[in-house]
């Protein structure tokens, strides 16, 4: 699961999937970042999503630190 993360769907997915791990071995993990709500939609440079997927990458690499250590 270390791959770009470019798009809603993908991170959302990616969320879902280790969440789902989590539970599965009795870790709790953080909340996902919250999904921005004040993109313009021009493009910007320094976008809010370009921020929103930098902590979902982070979140992402926490959640894989912590399964691992529960293994």
Not at 46 to 68: H, M
């Amino acid at each position: 699961m270390d791959f770009p993360l470019t798009d809603l769907a993908s991170a959302q997915r990616m969320f879902a999937a280790l969440q789902a791990q989590a539970q599965a071995r009795g870790v709790e993990l953080r909340q996902p970042p919250p999904e921005p709500t004040t993109c313009c939609g021009r493009g910007c440079n320094g976008c809010v999503w370009e921020g929103y997927f930098a902590a979902a990458a982070y979140w992402r690499d926490e959640a894989l630190l912590i399964l691992d250590d529960a293994c």
